[in-house]
């Protein structure tokens, strides 16, 4: 796996660099500081994971995060930040970020890089912990104005409250493969990439 490391304090991006080395199939192809270094290192490199930073001069982590997945939609981006503001997970959701982690969650660094490499979203036990009070604060989503059924708007809910396609079969007495078909009109419908931006749109009302 190639990872390419963006951290404005350089102490932080080579620890990380040795650390994740260590691991034989693990390559650092290389470390920036802003969002700048992030949006040519990643066009030069392209790695499969990019981990990065939120908080940074010159450009932030988010901002360059929507660059990169504006020219590559399949970018695998990982934000590593101490910060778990709402605004900032509500944007890394909707700009497509495969995860978002708390720095204090180190040791999840590792399996969250191979999770996010093969395509799964992750996300810090602190950060799934504020999902319930952003769906609590959502704004009120028309989902006939965006031609959903009313079933297609419950499977969207249930999937914004992290139920998965085997959960959400059980929980409205349907099968795995009708589930998945509503799930993926309803990425047609609202012209979405995948079920975490359909949780956003969701959660947010947009």
């Given amino acids: 796996m190639r990872i390419v490391i963006v951290d404005d304090d350089i102490f932080v991006s080579g620890a990380l660099k040795t650390i994740l080395e260590a691991n034989e199939d693990i390559t650092v192809a290389g470390t920036g500081a802003d969002g700048k270094d992030a949006v040519s290192l990643y066009k030069k490199e392209r790695p499969d994971v990019l981990l990065m930073d939120i908080r940074m001069k010159e450009k932030s982590g988010l901002e360059a995060a929507k660059e990169i997945l504006s020219f590559d939609g399949e970018a695998k981006i990982l934000l590593l930040t101490t910060f778990s503001d709402d605004e900032y997970i509500v944007k890394a959701l909707k700009y497509g970020v495969k995860g978002y982690l708390l720095k204090q969650d180190y040791n999840s660094i590792l399996p969250a890089l191979r999770a996010v490499q093969l395509g799964q979203t992750v996300f810090g036990t602190e950060i799934t912990a504020r999902l319930p009070e952003l769906l609590a604060e959502k704004k009120t989503f028309d989902y006939r104005a965006y031609g959903l059924s009313e079933k297609e708007y419950e499977v969207m809910k249930l999937v914004a ?17 009708t589930v998945r078909n509503y799930i993926s009109d309803i990425l047609e419908k609202l012209e979405l990439r995948d079920r975490t931006q359909l949780a956003v749109y969701y959660l947010t009302g947009r």
């Fill in 161 to 177: 409250e992290g139920l998965s396609n085997k959960e959400i079969a059980g929980e409205i007495f349907l099968s795995e493969g």
